[in-house]
């Protein structure tokens, strides 16, 4: 079965500094990826998928991700954040074969100082 | 375009009592997924709905249970509830449904179990 690790559970950074926030996934095949960010109390929303081609996909909030196979990784970046992007992150997998199932990783919560 | 919607925001049941809670999908979205999010559990798959027929199933017993109606909203219906029910339950939906496809999430329902 697939599975998905966020080594961090939580990360302060400054704002203004960059950000790496860590995915690593368990599966034999290609899966597919996704990154979404949750604010207290509130829905997850997507920040940005992978499923085939270029191994850099930009997303939204100018956030970027990086597939990369032979770690098994999926690391979510921003060259600089800002105050508005502290939030829970959760990066989630979907594999062919398993229905629409998502397996998502526990979550890395952000905090981002002034 | 609305994205998707969840009723109640909030619900709050004694222990034995019944919950449903229902889910609008994007317009245009066929299917529609249900997730747990248990404080110390994590995003955990419960349902999976296209076309009005449950396609996949998570680790979840009997008592969770749901539909899908003609206009492809959903509800999700909980019986005999126990206080580990307690939790907020996200909905998505998907154009097709599918492996490679796309979830949108809602903003939860917080289900409180007392």
């Known amino acids: 079965a697939q599975s998905v690790t966020q080594p961090d559970i939580h990360i302060t950074v400054s704002e203004g500094a960059s950000l790496e926030l860590r995915c690593n996934y368990s599966y034999g095949a290609t899966p597919y990826l996704f990154w979404y960010v949750q604010s207290p109390g509130q829905g997850l929303q997507l920040l940005l998928k992978?499923?085939?081609?270029?191994?850099l996909v930009q997303g939204i909030k100018g956030f970027e991700a990086e597939f990369k196979r032979s770690q098994s990784s999926f690391n979510l970046r921003k060259p600089s954040v800002h105050w508005s992007d502290a939030a829970e992150y959760f990066c989630?997998?979907?594999?062919?074969?398993?229905?629409?199932?998502?397996?998502f990783g526990t979550g890395t919560r952000l905090q981002v100082t002034l | 375009e609305a994205g998707v919607t969840q009723s109640p925001t909030h619900l709050i049941k004694t222990r034995g009592q019944q919950a449903t809670l229902r889910c609008s999908p994007i317009s245009g979205h066929t299917s529609v997924y249900w997730y747990q999010q248990a404080l110390g559990l994590g995003l955990q798959f419960l349902l999976w709905?296209?076309?009005?027929?449950?396609?996949n199933r998570g680790n979840f017993p009997p008592r969770f249970s749901g539909r899908q109606f003609p206009n492809y909203s959903s509800e999700l219906n909980v019986n005999a509830l126990e206080l580990e029910d307690s939790a907020l339950y996200l909905c998505?939906?998907?154009?097709?449904?599918?492996?490679?496809?796309?979830?949108?999430f809602g903003p939860g329902t917080r289900l409180t179990v007392l």
């Open positions: 989630a997998v979907g594999v062919l074969g398993t229905a629409s199932k998502l397996t």
């Open positions: 709905y296209d076309e009005g027929e449950e396609r």
């Open positions: 992978y499923f085939s081609g270029d191994t």
């Open positions: 998505a939906s998907s154009f097709r449904g599918g492996d490679a496809d796309t979830q949108y």
